[in-house]
């Protein structure tokens, strides 16, 4: 039998990283070797850490993080799933009272070495090489790195590398033969050091430095343990420490390497983190399928094809079974015609996919979600070192019972209730701290004051996040206070200021509060640029509301607010001439932004002695813009858009801009950008022309005398007007202008009402309307009484129904 060391060497056991089929024959091979101590390739400061693997409560996928004391973000993790060889041979040396150590190159080296790379890829300005596959100091030009397994596949005839290692090693029978548990291991290492006499490094010049480290480490353990000892490391570094290598010549190898002080400690991993991992022990895209083929001790297809149709059955789709054992009959039959041992992962896919998914692919994609890559978050006992920042964001997510999981949930948010006030708080104050766990979804809380809509998902790069935020404070709101002080004395642009007072509020930072008024209040008197004003106040608007929401004291704020949206009223005018299309429809957009929150400011701050409130003067500037020809008539139809929506155009007046707009002598762009800003996007421009038949008549007969010239100058403008609108406002609009509408509006009935447009009713039913005004209140609160009106009870006080319509609006649109 050929030994993977030389004789009276430790037991070199090479195996792949996370391979199920590796962590069976290292378990094997220990239990026949008893050794005296194991070591493990791995960072030699996580020594301290390896007891806590002996912990019930410790629970893989796990990593052991480390990172650099002055920098967090420099960082690099070693994972370990259950099916990890490392993992077995740490777990049964604890349990069999066997020392275990780490013997791969400190994390203090490694860590300074990528630093050091990135900075000569940064000075070199190329932007490669992530550390290992850069040039040492000492070493050789980079080349490309070498898959030792592709390579051993491609010549055992496979085209595919996970295949071949199923076939040869994960899908490896005994036969009933009595075979010695470490002859794979010496067949891997022979296979290996072929590879290493053809490819030396294979690309990779840090192993050079790694194994000559190792090799120091085996020879300390040999003087204190005899050779009796057994080395868990990659198949690829087994020939290298079994090579015959002088102690000098190690140490030459190692002088002059960079050092950083970094901190270890152990995280949560997750499998989904094991599929798309990009650096050390990565290159599985299965990790469920890997973790079912370790777990399962008989009949792996069948349990497999088990899991598989519990999954459908939850997701309410029929499988029997029928299904199940026709599935693993075609899983058997796959192999056998393929020529391979047993079913592997591609044979179980394809069964799966004809026989419980029908042939689709969509179901397929929920197994290879939650099985073949799998759901799994590790979890690690309190007992591991973390920052104070960590603990204290633990103990939080424990209050609050806002479990980290990997897969993504959506969380809506009561903030009439305690508990979820706190748990927005708690969030609010991760982002400012760019801790992204959670992130704001549109949900049922659409754009009302008392609830919130996130998305949460626990990723194991934000333990790296928690660390780096943890150099402002020790707990989650003393850090956040700090960075947002921070942020507001370094910003240097009115928005950005603007938007961390409303994200200050969210997260209710009153120490904070007072630095960044100071800031926003600085910035807003200096800023004359009406474009930054105006990007600045929907902000300012939003963090008002909040306010009154979250019972903070927000007076200054809306006295910057009054001052930002009067300097607003007197500079926009100015602001909206001379301008290009790219320009405009810019200045459009902070048209909406400011109209938006004007109305969300509502009455409640004024801008003059007078008492006019911010309202009005704002519709005179809308009026104002509106009427100016040299206005761009992008900004100029939607300033009459959104008067005549808030009823303070007349529809006379409306009809009358754009027959103006819209005249012979008008530039065909120009009247283009003015119906754009009409009736652009899709928030009722469409509905406006469907049920307004002299504007869409305006509309027509413009269109129709566009010169032949310059109709293709102004096609672009309109496709991108009308293609906002929905497929059934299109259809509707076709067919009215196909039954050929009236520029001058419908003609009158015989009783003297105007006549309907086809398909719609002869004009608005009051008594219809007015039913639906008690049900909207009632839904929003509005009524203090429990009485609900009927279409059966008189209108209360006499009120005719269409007053009652319009006196509901005011309180539906306070709303928000």
């Known amino acids: 039998m050929t030994r993977a060391t030389p004789p009276g060497g430790p037991l070199l056991l090479g195996v792949r990283h996370h391979g199920p089929g590796s962590a069976r024959a290292v378990r094997a091979a220990l239990d026949a070797a008893r050794p005296r101590a194991v070591l493990i390739e791995g960072p030699p400061e996580g020594d301290a850490l390896l007891p806590l693997a002996a912990d019930e409560r410790m629970r893989p996928p796990v990593a052991l993080l480390a990172h650099a004391v002055d920098d967090p973000g420099q960082a690099a993790f070693w994972p370990l799933a259950a099916f990890s060889p490392e993992w077995v041979a740490i777990r049964w040396a604890l349990a069999h009272d066997v020392p275990v150590r780490f013997i791969d190159l400190p994390a203090a080296n490694s860590l300074a070495m990528t630093r050091a790379a990135e900075h000569q890829d940064g000075q070199d300005g190329n932007g490669e090489g992530d550390g290992e596959s850069g040039t040492l100091a000492g070493g050789s030009p980079a080349r490309a790195p070498v898959d030792p397994i592709g390579v051993l596949a491609e010549t055992a005839g496979y085209d595919d590398p996970e295949a071949w290692w199923e076939d040869v090693v994960e899908h490896r029978t005994q036969d009933g033969e009595a075979t010695d548990p470490r002859a794979p291991f010496a067949a891997l290492a022979e296979a290996m050091t072929a590879l290493r006499e053809v490819y030396g490094d294979g ?13 120091i480490q085996l020879r300390k353990a040999a003087k204190e343990f005899g050779d009796d000892i057994a080395v868990v490391c990659g198949a690829w570094h087994v020939p290298a420490l ?14 002059g390497l960079p050092k950083v002080k970094t901190e270890l400690t152990w995280v949560p991993w997750s499998h989904r983190r094991l599929a798309r991992h ?52 075609l899983a058997e039959t796959l192999a056998a015609m393929r020529g391979r041992p047993l ?35 590790g979890e690690v006992p309190d007992t591991a070192p973390a920052v104070p920042l960590q603990r204290d964001l633990t103990r939080q997510q424990r209050t609050l019972r806002l479990k980290p999981e990997a897969l993504e949930r959506e969380l809506e948010l009561d903030l009439r209730k305690d508990t979820d006030a706190a748990r927005s708080r708690l969030l609010h104050r991760l982002r400012i701290l760019a801790v992204g766990w959670g992130e704001s979804a549109t949900g049922r809380a659409g754009t009302g004051t008392f609830r919130e809509s996130w998305r949460l998902r626990w990723e194991p790069e934000l333990y790296v996040q928690v660390a780096e935020a943890g150099t402002w404070g020790t707990t989650v709101l003393s850090a956040a206070t700090a960075k947002a002080e921070f942020r507001a004395t370094a910003a240097t642009g009115l928005a950005k200021v603007t938007a961390l007072a409303e994200h200050c509020l969210l997260a209710e930072l009153p120490e904070a509060l007072p630095v960044v008024m100071k800031a926003l209040a600085d910035r807003a008197a200096l800023d004359a640029d009406v474009g930054h004003l105006a990007d600045a106040l929907p902000a300012l608007a939003r963090t008002l509301r909040y306010g009154d929401v979250r019972s903070t004291d927000t007076a200054a704020l809306g006295r910057v607010a009054a001052g930002l949206a009067e300097r607003i009223c007197v500079g926009l005018p100015p602001a909206c001439t001379g301008l290009d299309a790219e320009g405009a429809a810019e200045l459009r957009r902070r ?84 119906i754009e800003g009409f009736v652009g996007g899709a928030a009722g421009g469409g509905m406006l022309l ?127």
């Open 203 to 215: 690309g990779h010049p840090r192993d050079t430095v790694r194994e000559a480290y190792m090799r």
């Open 242 to 255: 079994g090579t015959r290598a002088t102690l000098a010549a190690d140490r030459a190898l190692l002088k």
């Open 690 to 816: 469907v049920h307004d038949e002299r504007l869409l008549g305006l509309v027509d007969a413009w269109l129709t005398g566009v010169p032949a010239d310059t109709f293709a100058d102004v096609l672009p403008l309109l496709r991108r007007t009308f293609s906002a609108y929905e497929a059934g406002v299109r259809r509707t609009l076709g067919e009215l202008v196909r039954r050929g509408p009236a520029a001058g509006g419908p003609a009158a009935g015989a009783d003297g009402t105007a006549a309907a447009a086809p398909g719609f009713g002869p004009g608005l039913d009051g008594a219809r309307a007015d039913a639906v005004v008690p049900v909207l209140r009632l839904l929003l609160g509005l009524d203090t009484d429990t009485h609900t009106h009927t279409e059966l009870d008189p209108a209360p006080g006499g009120v005719n129904p269409g007053e009652r319509a319009e006196n509901v609006k005011e309180p539906l649109g306070a709303t928000g």
């Open 591 to 674: 048209v909406d932004g400011v109209h938006t929150a004007i109305g969300l400011l509502g009455g409640a701050v004024r801008t003059d002695a007078d008492g006019d409130g911010l309202r009005e003067r704002w519709t005179a500037v809308l009026h104002k813009l509106a009427a100016r020809d040299t206005v761009a008539g992008v900004i100029r139809g939607r300033a009459a858009r959104l008067l005549l929506d808030e009823g303070r155009l007349a529809e006379d007046d409306a009809a009358r801009l754009m027959g103006l707009a819209l005249s012979p002598g008008t530039p065909p762009a120009d009247a283009a950008a003015w």
């Open 343 to 377: 079913a592997g992962l591609t044979e179980t896919t394809d069964a799966i996919r004809a026989v419980m998914c029908e042939g689709s692919d969509v179901p397929l994609a929920l197994v290879r979600d939650r099985l073949i890559v799998g759901e799994t978050l």
């Open 278 to 329: 990009s650096g050390y022990g990565a290159g599985i895209d299965s990790p469920g399928w890997y973790g079912h083929l370790f777990d399962a001790a008989d009949r792996p297809i069948e349990r497999w094809m088990t899991k598989v149709a519990g999954l459908l059955r939850d997701e309410d789709r029929f499988v029997s079974s029928a299904h199940v054992i026709e599935a693993v009959r």
